[in-house]
């Protein structure tokens, strides 16, 4: 996907912003943890997997905000989160157990697994323990459910003891158990509103290229005066170097337009905004004209159209 030109300022960045863009455009999910065997925690972003501090670093650079937090279990003396889950038999602590149904000779107490009832003589149960036979379930005998028998010490049990072991052989149990929390992300607004309308701006900016031969960059990110970095829907690369901005409707415009002006007044680039037209006369009063240049866009404002007036300013 040809998701910008290449700029001096850029290298690696141009591609990890079409990469969220792409991803924000289709998904409106959060980006949660998840647990890859082998692999630990990764972030799985357009069928690939991020490392935590990979995902880390999109977060310093503001393409990703965090959303909340998702909790894993891990080993409380090494934290690996590679984790087993081992039933032990309450009393001997040992692992040999066999799951199976239950059966209970009343008269006598044994329990034990059904198996151990059938006869191969009878074709009545008989206790293994007093050698009765048993007919009646529910008088001679019951049938309690599902349990465990230890093979080591012959234990019959409902419930093992539950262990939890980790890669490095720690065993754990339940309530001692840590909580590792990892960062839920979702991509940042402002790469959110610009997958709107990113088809739009790589119209104009193939128009840009192709028809004027301006250097421009879909989604492009520039340094403020501040440290912080801005991500623009176009950046241009002419005579000189201007950024284009867009207000493209109404709705929530106070917000809008007080971030644009003090975004613009971070940058020593020229801001082109496009904003309805209706809004150009309210806004002129407002912004520096030195900082943000105002052009009319409307609903029917081709790309091309665009393109022409960016290139008129940027030479
Ligand atoms: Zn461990
Ligand atoms: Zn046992
Ligand atoms: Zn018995």
Redesign the pocket.
Known sequence: MAFGVKSRDLTKDDSTLAFLASYAKKSKDSIRPQFRHGLGIVYEIEGLDLSVDRIKTYEEEKLLSIAGTAAYPS?P????LLLAVRLNCPDCKKTSLARSEIMIHYECEYSAPVEEFVSPKDAEYVCPKCSKHMKRVGIEYGKPGIGFKCQDCGRVFQYPLVNIA?????ESRIDEIDLKAFPVYRVNEEIQSFTEVADYFMLIQKVLTTGMGAKSEVLGRVKGASGVTHIFPLVVDGERKVVVDFILDESGFDAKILQKILRGADLKHVVLLFVPESLVGRLASIVNPEKIKLLAVSADSSPESIAAEIKKIVG
Do not use: D, F, I
């Open positions: 080993c003396k090494c934290a690996s980790c890669q490095g052989g720690h």
